[in-house]
């Protein structure tokens, strides 16, 4: 299994990123894929989460409304666009797989600051 996240980066409050995890190692079709994210100081967070083909969508409450996860399954590829950023949205995001464990990607900073 492999995940690789890209699309971090620094961008003011109000702006928006799309990162993107391209997956591998697996047939990606067959599982739920999420996004985490882990602050300084704090425990790592699920973000979003969207089922594998059904698209069944759930978003932590904290950006519920200004986050959107998608995936396409032709591409292999889990997106997650943020709208509306604000500095507590500073992070590693990470996208991540269960499949009896659970696989990490490297992980993409995203660094929300005027």
């Known amino acids: 299994v492999q995940l690789v996240e890209s699309g971090g980066g620094l961008v003011q409050p109000g702006g928006s990123l799309r990162l993107s995890c391209a997956a591998s190692?697996?047939?990606?079709?067959?599982?739920?894929m999420s996004w985490y994210r882990q602050a300084p100081g704090k425990e790592r967070e699920l973000v979003a989460i969207?089922?594998?083909?059904?698209?069944?969508?759930n978003y932590a409450d904290s950006v519920k409304g200004r986050f959107t996860i998608s995936r396409d399954n032709a591409k292999n590829t889990v997106y997650l666009q943020m709208n509306s950023l604000k500095p507590e949205d500073t992070a590693v995001y990470y996208c991540s797989v269960y499949r009896g464990v659970r696989y990490w990607g490297q992980g993409t900073q995203v660094t929300v600051s005027s």
């Open positions: 190692g697996f047939t990606f079709s067959g599982y739920a």
């Open positions: 969207i089922s594998n083909t059904i698209g069944n969508l």
